[in-house]
């Protein structure tokens, strides 16, 4: 059973904050992570994706930092992320949870903005610095920014660092913070040996905490596979059909390569569907104003590499599809992870070119238990989408098409497995 965050030792100032969001209950991640975080112990976290993890540590950082003395113009909590896109989500969530903390600032050191403005910021004084490693290793380096201060140390989504090649920049600037007794966080959602070496190296006698033993979407996502949808011309149509019979208002889309990103985007937008593309050939002034739209409901449908898989975190977002089979199940965990989160129902949909392929295998062990696979059939007469593999509703358990005119096809419905619904 879940607890209340009013019975977590909060104070009523980030209490109101939780409260404004509309949160009463903390996930698993944060019933456990904010306890031990306030009693300023060094914690070793494993949360799936979509866990309400970077709540888990904002929150108790706000009261900690509030307790404390501060020093004129020196930061006092380093929070490191592999990400752009997840340095953008740390700050929104400091922003809607410490709105009534009095003096309370951020600093967010990423690559891809101008050094000068956030170097600026950082001579302003911080109380805490958001950042990656890289752009923040170099800052240090030209001393723009000071550790004398740091007593709390974040590095969120670390096994997702170990694939970057940040590790050996974590360990520089780990290496940097000479504080007595700095507490020290590390969450991730695996394990893979170079973090737990790290973890070993950095932490002290750490809180280990593990909410689940493997890592797989969370229940609430609804999953749905596409089999059999044809070539990318009838693919791109079937997507198109998937959009009207499902009402798919809002959706994050994602593709394997990043010039498809922009062809499927153009290919949506010559259908007067309101598409967006998402990579990461794009500025980073570009990449905020797409999100921003997005999030804005100015777009509704946002066109994505994997540059977009980790640190998004889109309210309530209702609907994934896969338009690639992901390279690998992390990718695939991650990706579906944007729905469903911090408790909301989501739906994911996943188009599937070849069931022979190592991907889809690779796929397999993570779909959920009693998954029916339907095959569309090779021999339907006077099927006009015979090719694309197109089965009838009654064909797909717990799935209602509508048979629907498509101008040079005919009528026909889309044949697509539903699993755990």
Known sequence: MSIAFKDLPLSETVLKGIEDLGFTTATPIQEQVIPHALMGRDVCALAQTGSGKTAAYTVPILDILAAQRKRAKLPRCLILVPTRELAQQVSESFDALGKH??????????????????????????????ATPGRLLD????????????SLVVIDEADRMLD????????????????????????????????QVLVDNFLVKPKQIEIEGEIRPADSVEQAFIYKAGKEREKRQALRELLKVEKIQQAIIFCNRKVDVDILANSLKRYKINAGALHGDMTQG??????????????????????????????????????????????????????????????AFTFVDDVKSML?????????????????????????FKEIGFLKPTDVKGFKFEAKAVKGFGQAEPAFMRAGL
Request: with cysteine; charged share 25%; glycine share 8%.
């Open 101 to 130: 903390f009095k003096d309370f600032g951020y600093a967010v050191i990423i690559g891809g903005e101008s050094p000068y403005l956030q170097e600026k910021s950082l001579r302003k004084g911080v109380d805490v610095v958001i």
């Open 286 to 347: 570009a990449r905020v104003d797409m999100l921003d739209a997005f999030k804005d409901k100015k777009v509704d449908y946002l066109i994505a590499s994997d540059v977009a898989a980790r640190g998004i975190d889109i309210a309530m977002l209702p609907f994934v599809i896969n338009y690639d089979v992901p390279v690998n199940a992390d990718e695939y965990v991650h990706r579906v992870g944007r729905t469903g989160r911090a408790g909301n129902k989501g739906k």
């Open 360 to 384: 889809y295998k690779r796929l397999k062990p993570y779909m959920p238990e009693g998954a029916r696979t339907i095959d569309a059939p090779t021999d339907l007469e006077n099927n006009p």
């Open 164 to 195: 970057m090649g940040f590790v050996p920049d974590i360990e520089k600037l780990m290496s940097f913070i000479t504080k007595p007794n700095c507490q020290k966080l590390c969450l991730s959602a695996t394990m893979p040996k170079p973090i």
């Open 139 to 150: 800052q240090y380096e030209r001393g723009n920014v000071s550790f004398l201060d740091i």
